[in-house]
């Protein structure tokens, strides 16, 4: 078999704390922030994981804030319709755009946008990042991994597996999958990630590659099997669960992250006062356990470390496109 040698990974230099401490804006400097009440685009569907972790973060943010921190729902396009709406706000961080590496992946697959997705928006702030797990319906006669293989292999083409749209990480990571495994399925996305499991769930669908807090409450309702886990080794995050790549499909390997991004224009200043608020969110104790519920570690980061990772990552998921035979949408 072919080993998968593509692995999507977002590589970040490593900074001293004596830099980062150099570098911390003089919040005393910024004037009054927020002066008004915050939104947050949410560009996909409620109840989703990226939903999920925006709400708990910004419930989170209002209370350091002392102002209503709203998170609205806007799907469509795969998240692109919520991220032109953010892109064109004032650039003052009043209005944010929380999203995750969806974002990079169906930026790099649609031949036509009407915003710059490298440049339209720049990051603020990270929230958390996790391997994603591999779900089948109850109904398939498979156990693990190879099993699943196998049976692809005998039915070719007559496997589904469903998504939150074209181009967002759960058409990216089962299209990887079918590739690394030398196997043919057929893509259905959905408008949004919880009618994809919810179609999982009723049958409607075979498989869905997807975070685990979108598969959750499935899971604890015995409506879907999980078979394997997308990082490289077994995660610490699903102890009881081997990975996909030690599971007979070598080299495979998938990761999402969750982040909170501002339209571009915003003062470097403001970044760092929103930055450095989520920042100590996401370090809490209740933060911790809360993203441990979910299956996902949380992952602060600086300002420094974020800069370019827009541009970074749009590149490493055309080539992803390639290896997986993804087309322009």
Request: with cysteine.
């Amino acid at each position: 078999m072919k080993t998968m040698q593509f692995r999507l990974r977002l590589v970040v230099p490593a900074l001293c704390a004596a830099v980062w401490a150099g570098a911390a804006p003089d919040a005393a400097a910024q004037g009054a922030y927020p002066s008004k009440n915050v939104q947050i685009i949410l560009p996909y569907s409620a109840g989703g994981s990226t939903d999920v972790i925006a709400r708990a973060i910004a419930q989170r943010l209002g209370d350091i804030w002392g102002k209503n921190v709203i998170v609205e729902n806007r799907p469509g396009a795969s998240g692109m319709i919520g991220a032109e709406m953010a892109s064109k706000a004032e650039p003052d961080g009043h209005t944010l755009l929380s999203t995750t590496s969806s974002y990079p992946a169906t930026a790099a697959v649609r031949a036509k946008l009407p915003f710059d997705p490298a440049k339209a928006i720049v990051p603020v702030a990270m929230f958390a990042r996790a391997p994603m797990l591999l779900a089948v319906h109850p109904s398939l006669p498979v156990k693990n991994v190879q099993e699943l293989i196998a049976l692809a292999k005998k039915n070719p083409g007559r496997l589904n597996y469903g998504s939150s749209g074209a181009g967002g990480n759960n058409h990216f990571s089962g299209s990887l999958f079918a590739a690394a495994a030398g196997v043919q399925m057929v893509h259905v996305p959905y408008k949004g990630i919880a009618p994809a499991v919810t179609a999982l769930a009723s049958g409607e669908v075979e498989i869905v590659i997807s975070s685990s807090s979108a598969l959750l409450p499935q899971i604890n309702a015995g409506r879907v099997r999980i078979l394997g886990v997308t990082s490289l080794e077994p995660s610490p995050l699903f102890p009881n669960l081997p990975s996909i790549a030690q599971s007979g499909v070598p080299g495979y390997s998938y990761e999402l992250w969750w982040g909170l991004f501002a339209p571009a224009g915003i003062a470097s200043e403001r970044i760092g006062v929103i930055n450095a608020a989520v920042n100590k969110v996401v370090a809490s104790a209740e933060m911790k356990k809360f993203l441990d519920t979910q299956g996902v570690a949380g992952w602060p980061l600086p300002p420094a470390q974020l800069a370019d990772l827009l541009p970074k990552e749009i590149a490493r998921y055309k080539k992803a496109a390639q290896v997986a035979g993804i087309p322009p949408q």
